[in-house]
């Protein structure tokens, strides 16, 4: 029995130490997107508290939301998200456990007397899969790439979480402007609907003219409908990706759709930029990698099979105590693993086109991203210096023309509907212009290069300021001159 005492010390210093520790994983996702966002995912020490998180939330949400603090809470409370961190802590434990040596067998085996025998007989093993040994370096370095793999995926998760949230939060920001921008309109249809019927009582309008500024005013109230609607709808997005619900649904944006910025960053080599920063890019270049380390583990050992290695110690009837090696070798002549070489190459030739579909992907979306960008700052520059200052002057000549009785009300009011596609047009031009460069962000890994080098861009005109306005102040009084 000495023997043993030896044999179970060896074979538990092969397994080395092995455990899990909550924070791996979390801290480096955490330094990616802290690094590439600006904000933590408050898993830097692995699972937060469910109370703390609530609680900071609720006080979040209540002093209003900015794009930042969106961010902020969705990276920490969006229930798909948190579900995704929590893969770590599964990827965690199948490294841990790659990195554990098989457990040695033991066996008993007793025989009693039945006849005139003067001593039962005894047979006590003790097998380890001596084979395990040699694979298992291969085997943890397999399984830390893997898990290696999985922390880039979550982080890419993280970013892509971080920028729809900024997509969304742009969305919102646009409807709520549209929406109090269509109000003003419905005010100003409704003023002009009333006006047109005293008139029409007094016999100073056509009957046509009257009919008109009514069925523009009906039509403001419908349109003022589906605005709403729209801005319910992005606050729902909103809500879900954010993680909100109850008492933190109520929370108002304190932060208006922000002009264009004066420049915007360096849109050349953008491809090469993204590949090297793409993390769902090299997540698909390292799965590829594994996976030709898995096929080359699986071919060096296809012609050796399982290979116990123990003690074995018998007592026979009225014999000796005997004591001695244990050896078990697995023949393979039929199954020399081909089947299993077979379909890891498939998935490693199949990975293989999938990193090529990703990169193919990432490029295109890169492309796309920055074109919309630029055509987006051209679209906001053109309606700010142009389109929307020729609609003003529009309105403004065409109220003079109105008070002159030169012009029908009905021309006066196609100026004014003009005038108010023309605003339309410009914040959905903004919005368009901050969805593209929030896609942008995510198509190069979560960040965009530095700003390129621009002249100061020329100063906005009034009409075309982030807080819209229905009409320009020059004709805002236009319906008392009637």
Not at 151 to 171: G, H, S, W, Y
Not at 248 to 254: A, E, F, K
Request: aromatic letters at 4%.
């Amino acid at each position: 029995m000495k023997p043993l005492g030896y044999i179970v010390p060896i074979v538990a210093l092969g397994t080395g130490c092995a455990s899990v520790s909550p924070e791996r994983g979390h801290d480096q996702v955490s330094s990616i997107v802290g690094e590439r966002t600006g904000h933590k995912t408050r898993w830097e020490k692995g699972p937060p508290d469910q109370a703390e998180i609530a609680d900071w939330v609720r006080k979040v949400t209540s002093e209003g939301l900015t794009r930042d603090r969106a961010v902020e809470i969705a990276l920490v409370n969006n229930p798909g998200l948190q579900a995704t961190y929590e893969e770590l802590g599964v990827s965690q434990a199948d490294m841990v456990q790659a990195g554990l040596l098989r457990n040695p067998a033991f066996g008993l085996d007793l025989g009693f007397r039945v006849n005139n025998g003067q001593t039962n007989e005894v047979r006590v093993s003790l097998v380890q899969d001596f084979l395990d040994l040699f694979v298992l370096p291969l085997r943890k370095q397999i399984a830390r790439e893997e898990f290696e793999a999985d922390t880039l995926n979550v982080a890419n998760r993280a970013l892509e979480v971080a920028a729809e949230v900024e997509k969304a939060f742009v969305v919102a920001q646009t409807d709520v402007e549209l929406v109090a921008f269509r109000r003003t309109v419905v005010e100003a249809a409704e003023a002009a609907a009333d006006l047109s019927a005293r008139q029409s009582e007094a016999g100073n309008v056509s009957e046509l003219d009257r009919a008109t500024e009514t069925a523009t005013y009906q039509q403001a109230k419908l349109d003022l409908a589906r605005e709403e609607i729209e801005l319910l709808e992005a606050r729902e997005r909103l809500n879900r990706l954010l993680g909100l619900w109850g008492e933190t649904t109520s929370w108002r944006l304190v932060e208006p759709l922000p002009p264009i910025p004066e420049a915007d960053p360096k849109l050349d080599h953008l491809e090469s930029f993204a590949m090297s920063r793409r993390l769902d890019v090299a997540v698909a270049k390292r799965r590829a990698a594994l996976l030709s380390k898995a096929v080359d583990l699986a071919r060096s050992t296809r012609l050796v099979g399982r290979l116990d290695v123990g003690v074995d110690m018998h007592q026979d009837p009225n014999g000796p105590l005997l004591l001695g090696p244990n050896l078990v070798i697995e023949l393979p002549i039929f199954d020399q693993r081909q089947a299993t070489i077979a379909r890891l190459e498939a998935q490693r030739r199949e990975m293989e086109r999938r990193l090529e579909e990703v990169a193919i992907d990432a490029r295109s979306e890169v492309r796309l991203a920055a074109l919309r960008l630029e055509t987006g700052r051209q679209m906001v520059s053109h309606y700010r210096e142009v389109v929307v200052p020729l609609r003003t002057t529009v309105t403004a000549q065409a109220l003079l023309h109105y008070n002159g009785m030169f012009l029908s009300a009905f021309q006066l009011l196609a100026a004014k509907q003009g005038e108010v596609d023309a605003r339309r047009g410009y914040l959905e031009a903004l919005r368009d212009y901050w969805l593209a460069r929030a896609e942008l962000a995510r198509a190069l890994g979560g960040a965009l290069p530095p700003a390129a080098s621009r002249p100061a861009a020329p100063p906005a005109p009034p009409p075309a300021d982030a807080t819209p306005r229905p009409f320009p102040p020059a004709s805002e009084g236009d319906h008392h001159g009637h």
